[in-house]
């Protein structure tokens, strides 16, 4: 029920941003970390540098899909 979009910017580069989806909020995606000032030159970095600052992506990376 989480999410993290890396997206591609027009100047060429990337960014990212993670959404959360709960009940409460009837299935919508909700944004709860906007990274996109952040700019980074390939979507490996920005994935990267997310992997570094949300904690629950770290653990999946670790751990494995669940």
């Not at 997206?7 to 060429?12: E, F, L, V, Y």
């Not at 989806?21 to 994935?47: C, I, N, Y």
Request: charged share 25%; proline share 6%; hydrophobic share 35%.
């Amino acid at each position: 029920m989480h999410c993290v979009d890396v997206t591609s910017r027009p100047d060429g580069k990337f960014s990212y941003q993670v959404f959360r989806k709960d009940p409460e909020d009837q299935g919508r995606w909700t944004l709860v970390g906007d990274h996109s000032g952040m700019h980074f030159q390939t979507g490996e970095e920005a994935f990267g540098e997310a992997a570094r600052r949300v904690p629950w992506l770290a653990d999946l990376i670790i751990s494995g899909p669940v």
